[in-house]
């Protein structure tokens, strides 16, 4: 059995010339890597704005975005808003979701035990995703896209789709917006404050929990976005979220989870590593396994990511 | 110290009380696969249930699986949200040397454990870098990933792939197991009798069996875990968790015990993977994925981290609070339809629950409640005395 | 006797099932510098946490006569009360000009930056480096920091635990000068934690000292630090 598992492990390597040197292949994976990365980065912002407030990871962040989505279903395909204007609907009524959520199952925990605050977010995930299933059943449904179908530019089968194109201004948008919001409002002052420093941000009078839900609140809105780009890719259905959060999770630690800049880049990374692998070594039933091997990897060479920067913690 | 019922550590009541406990304990294990052979099947509130064997011998593996996890989180604090991929691994070993190698259930545990116990150690090499959040959320992604490896086309033909193994193997019971004339006694006694078939039919008989060896293999496992947490690892480990610096300050190696826990923890849960596929004859992928991942920890903050008591609490709150919700149709009293997996919803809201009001776990109230009833007093340095006794 | 700007009755403070203080009196008049002195684990933290509302209290603190306990820290803020508390009381991922900023969180007036400029005028060290983040300072820099970021509020009332602690003794002494300068000119009123006690007693109107919780020693800070006993009993120098 042992040479044989060996000789099937090989054999999983099924690397062929032809494909190494299509250009266009290369091209359309990229374009397609830059797509996915987008999606994953906005989820990832998600996550490193819950970690970089509180110090842990918001398991439940996938699960608010997933009903974000629904909501974006619900308004667009059952209510026949335009499908932007639902994507917004989604995003403030997820976010009062994840303040009403922080206000009741998180902020009566103390802030600096960070162990059982994680439980309550696995918690969080179950009651969250059941609650999905219970409502809207197991059916699998399509979402339509906030950009139009086609492409502007194309070269053979390499397609800058205005897909591509539209995740990819969102997530960069998105980052601008957050950063003005950040550095520029008292607002964003309070955030950065409480993050660096719970009791000096306490002392000079900043209110930490409503700060705390505003932060979960920005973070669900930003998933909710983050969704409603990526599920029209795929099929919308209970569990769609959970691999979104792999990636996402994936692309958070390779950033190095207390960086936003790290987040986007680590996203855009997740994205080009899964389509280039996944083509040119034909994983295409690993792909998830990628994304996890580059968790792996990164985190042996750097144990805080990328840009992370070391924190003293214990868990 | 005399009435008022405290007892003290070690003295003759106490070992007393101890020990009727213990057999009051075992009399309950023995006799009740006999009491549910029949599937028991109460209706509360319009709502019919079940309680079968079957559901108490797959609690008793996921027990064993609680337990694993239990080394690795409960008692060395680091957090592992991939266990399911141990409990997968063991299971699909075992229903792969059963299937294709035809060997018996429990002869896999002679690969099994090595196996996953140097899997384990593997695994806990890359955790000695990765700590805290970082470790979790490494595991929670290897606990994704198991299902796709175990439907990877390369390996499909051995373990079937999406569409799951049936294991062909049928435990029976063997000819010297007295089950049929003990359900023929049982049923004879007065009272309890009547809720005991007159006799066993072929299948009740392999259910009582198999109960019977998981049974065996669990309290093997337990004592095992007891006697290495209670000596020399199990005080290392707490001082890893409970001060890291500390315990390397006091010359505990810290590379070598969170690698063996590591190893330790992939084991159990390997035997307790063993115990699912013997348990229900079949190994699916999804059964393995971090689904499973989740609700060991539920089992294991429910039951409480850090105590064995813990893993049997968790063992059976995961797997009968799934059950039992998915068997209730209707709000109980009322004729309004509950569909979907409120069974899920419930167990997140109990973990949510347990953090917030018991943040030991159930074993941690339980002890609490048994101390007010019957205290203990620990030993007097130089007891002569043996108190309480008169 | 005057009224007492800051007059504390009974205070109790407790971390979970630990009583930490049992139920201590002092007050502070107003444009004085109080200090509070003390062993360690005698709840001199604790008793300026206890004005902050950063522990659970019972009894009575009021602030120009009106009651503060009960209330939520950013209450007591807005009522002017600043706090530095010990060891890192800066933002250190935020630049030293956004500590600045912070600290004025509640004020709604026009005069920030203006604060802000002069502040950089009174410790030029973080004048230069503004744009700097603050976990880059040194300690001494960072304590700086920490205080021009409480009086960015402009408080009426400034609370300061061991401002010297880790600071070479002429950056101590110097901190210490500039404090009385701010006391003389702006007239704010202070209570300092202090372990060096010879120092705080030079700079303080009045002085109390705790043992286990409760007040064992108060008067003029002239006269506890004239008294050989209450010298050699308490203070230890």
Request: charged fraction near 15%; proline fraction near 4%.
């Amino acid at each position: 059995m042992a040479t044989d598992g060996l000789a099937s492990l090989l054999g999983v390597f099924d690397i062929s010339l032809d494909k190494l040197s299509n250009g266009e292949l290369w091209l359309a994976q990229f374009f397609r890597g830059l797509s996915d990365g987008a999606t994953y980065a906005s989820v990832a912002l998600a996550l490193v704005m819950i970690y970089k407030s509180t110090g842990f990871i918001n398991f439940a962040q996938g699960s608010l975005a997933l009903l974000g989505v629904y909501l974006v279903y619900v308004f667009s395909v059952e209510q026949g808003l335009p499908v932007a204007v639902a994507v917004v609907c989604a995003m403030v009524a997820s976010a009062a979701v994840a303040a009403f959520v922080e206000r009741v199952f998180i902020r009566p925990f103390p802030p600096d035990h960070v162990l059982p605050l994680v439980i309550v977010t696995l918690g969080l995930l179950l009651i969250i995703d059941s609650a999905v299933g219970i409502v809207w059943g197991f059916r699998t449904r399509s979402l339509p896209s906030m950009f139009p179908r086609g492409a502007p530019i194309e070269w053979g089968i390499a397609q800058l789709t205005w897909r591509t194109i539209g995740n990819l201004g969102t997530v960069f948008a998105v980052v601008g917006l957050l950063y003005l919001l950040l550095s520029r409002t008292k607002t964003g002052l309070a955030f950065r404050a409480v993050s660096s420093n719970l009791e000096s941000a306490r002392l000079v009078g900043i209110r930490v929990g409503p700060t705390l839900g505003f932060g979960w609140a920005l973070a669900a809105a930003i998933g909710t976005l983050g969704g409603a780009l990526v599920v029209p890719d795929l099929l919308l259905e209970p569990s769609i979220m959970l691999r979104v959060l792999i990636f996402s999770l994936a692309a958070a630690a390779l950033g190095g989870l207390d960086s936003m800049v790290g987040a986007v880049l680590g996203g855009l990374v997740v994205g080009l590593a899964r389509n280039l692998l996944v083509t040119f070594l034909d994983l295409s039933e690993l792909a998830l396994a990628t994304a996890v091997a580059v968790i792996l990897v990164v985190l042996l060479v750097r144990p805080t990511g990328l840009f992370g920067s070391t924190r003293v913690e214990r868990v | 110290m005399r009435g008022l019922g405290i007892v003290v550590a070690g003295g003759r009541r106490h070992r007393r009380r101890q020990i009727i406990g213990w057999a009051l304990f075992a009399l309950v294990v023995a006799l009740i696969p006999f009491l549910i052979a029949d599937t028991y099947s109460p209706t509360v509130f319009g709502n019919r249930y079940t309680v079968g064997l079957g559901n108490l011998s797959q609690a008793i593996a996921l027990m064993v699986a609680v337990l694993g996890l239990n080394i690795a989180t409960g008692y060395s604090g680091q957090l592992s949200l991939g266990h399911s991929f141990f409990v997968g691994s063991g299971a699909y070993l075992t229903a792969v040397l059963v299937n294709d190698f035809h060997w018996s259930y429990l002869s896999t545990l002679g690969v099994v454990v090595p196996g996953l116990f140097m899997f384990g150690v593997l695994f806990g090499i890359p955790a000695l870098r990765i700590q805290g959040l970082y470790l979790g959320l490494l595991t929670f992604a290897v606990a994704a990933v198991f299902p796709s490896i175990i439907r990877l086309d390369k390996v499909a033909d051995r373990t079937g792939g999406s569409n799951g193994l049936l294991i062909d193997s049928d435990l029976e019971a063997p000819a010297w197991a007295p089950l049929d004339t003990v359900t023929e006694w049982l049923h004879a006694v007065p009272g309890v009798g009547s809720r005991v078939p007159d006799g066993l039919t072929g299948r009740q008989e392999e259910a009582v069996y198999k109960y019977f060896l998981l049974v065996i293999v669990a309290l093997v496992c337990f004592w095992l875990v007891r006697n290495i947490l209670a000596g020399r690892v199990g005080r290392a480990l707490v001082a890893i968790r409970d001060n890291p610096l500390g315990a390397a300050a006091n010359g505990v190696n810290l590379a070598a015990y969170k690698t063996l826990s590591f190893g330790i923890s992939a084991a159990v849960g390997g035997v307790a993977g063993t115990m699912l596929a013997m348990h229900s004859g079949f190994v699916g992928a999804d059964e393995f994925g971090f689904s499973l991942a989740i609700l060991l920890i539920v089992g294991l903050i429910v039951g409480g981290a850090g105590t064995l008591h813990g893993a049997v609490v968790g063992g059976l709150a995961i797997q009968f609070v799934p059950h039992w919700s998915s068997q209730t149709q209707t709000l109980p009293g009322t004729d309004v339809a509950l569909e979907g997996p409120y069974g899920t919803a419930i167990l997140g809201g109990l973990l949510i629950a347990i953090i917030f009001a018991l943040p030991g776990g159930a074993a941690h109230g339980f002890r609490r409640i048994k101390a007010r009833l019957m205290p203990v007093a620990p030993r007097p340095p130089q007891a002569e005395i043996v108190a309480g006794d008169a | 006797m005057s009224a007492d700007y800051l007059e504390v009755r009974g205070l109790k403070a407790a971390y979970g099932d630990i009583r930490v203080l049992h139920g201590i009196d002092f007050s502070v008049a107003e444009g004085q510098i109080a200090v509070i002195l003390g062993a360690n684990g005698a709840g001199k933290t604790t008793t300026l946490r206890a004005l902050c509302a950063m522990v659970a209290v019972e009894g009575s603190i009021r602030l120009a006569g009106e009651e503060l306990a009960g209330r939520r820290t950013a209450d007591i803020v807005r009522r002017g009360v600043a706090h530095v508390p010990q060891g890192r009381g800066t933002f250190p991922d935020l630049s030293v000009d956004e500590n600045l900023l912070a600290g004025a969180f509640v004020r709604t007036d026009g005069q920030v930056r203006a604060d802000a400029e002069r502040w950089y005028e009174a410790f030029p060290v973080l004048g230069e480096r503004r744009s700097q983040a603050a976990g880059s300072l040194s300690g001494g820099e960072q304590q700086m920091l920490a205080i021009a970021r409480a009086l960015m509020l402009r408080p009426t009332l400034l609370l300061l635990d061991e401002p010297s602690l880790g600071l070479a003794p002429m950056i101590t002494r110097s901190l210490f000068e500039q404090l009385t300068a701010i006391n003389a000119e702006a007239g704010t009123t202070m209570l300092v934690v202090e372990q060096n006690a010879a120092l705080a007693l030079g700079v303080a109107d009045r002085a109390y000292v705790l043992e286990a919780g409760e007040v064992a020693l108060s008067g003029p800070a002239g006269e506890l630090a004239a008294d050989d006993n209450v010298r050699r009993a308490y203070l230890g120098y």
